[in-house]
Each structure stands twice: as C-alpha cells, then as structure tokens.
C-alpha cells in the first residue's frame, strides 16, 4: 500500500506563487509515476503534470507549462508542485496521484491523496 498526503494549499491573489508538497509513503515506489491532478467546482479532474520518480523526466499540460514546475526529493520521499503567476482558473483541490506509469489519465493512477485546496482570486 502506498500513502500520500498532501499540503500547502491555501488561498491567494493573481501572480502570487505556492509550492504544493506530497509525501509519500508505503512500498517501494522508486519506480511511480507521480502526477498532481486539479479538480474545479464542478468540472472534471484535469491533469496538470508528472512526474517519473526514478529518472526525474516530467511533463505539464499546456496551460500550466512554464509557470509551474514538478519536482522530487529522494531523501524526504516527496513530490513537490511549484506554481508561480498564478491565475483564477489556477482555483480548484490539487490531489496528488501515484502510478506504475507517468500518464495524464487519471485512472491509470492506483493511489491518491485527500487533496489540498488552491483558491486564487483576482
């Protein structure tokens, strides 16, 4: 079983920036996919990028692709979500995901956690 908890969601103004954490504990997981996934009141979950633990490689999706950065510690078991310029259509519950693969899907992750909310205002 793999365990994830995430923090350091808050509420915030344009251009402000946050850093989203995910710790990440359990069986081995070098080998994960880890992704963080946003979800808007009422819309569907959306991608928004990942992570290959062991080699580092990433990927965003395009509206997030250069004012965000996804990064890992080996040492603290922890992902980590740097969100710069931020945007209201930046609002929503981050949830960060673990998976054999780094895919934009959300169902191809096996773990979640709760979720930590971002709101920012304009």
């Known amino acids: 079983q793999v365990q994830l908890v995430e923090s350091g969601g808050g509420a915030v103004q344009t251009g402000d920036s946050l850093t989203l954490s995910c710790v990440v504990s359990g069986r081995a997981f070098s080998t994960f996919g880890m992704a963080w996934f946003r979800q808007a009141p009422g819309k569907k979950q959306d991608f928004v990028a990942a992570i290959r633990w062991r080699t580092g490689s990433s990927y965003y999706a395009d509206s997030v692709k250069g004012r965000f950065t996804i990064s890992r510690d080996n040492a603290k078991n922890t992902v980590y979500l740097q969100m710069n310029s931020l945007k209201p259509d930046d609002t929503g519950v981050y949830y960060c995901?673990?998976?054999?693969?780094?895919?934009?899907?959300?169902?191809?992750?096996?773990?979640w956690g709760r979720g930590t909310q971002v709101t920012v205002s304009s």
């Open positions: 995901a673990a998976g054999p693969n780094m895919v934009l899907v959300p169902s191809a992750y096996d773990y």
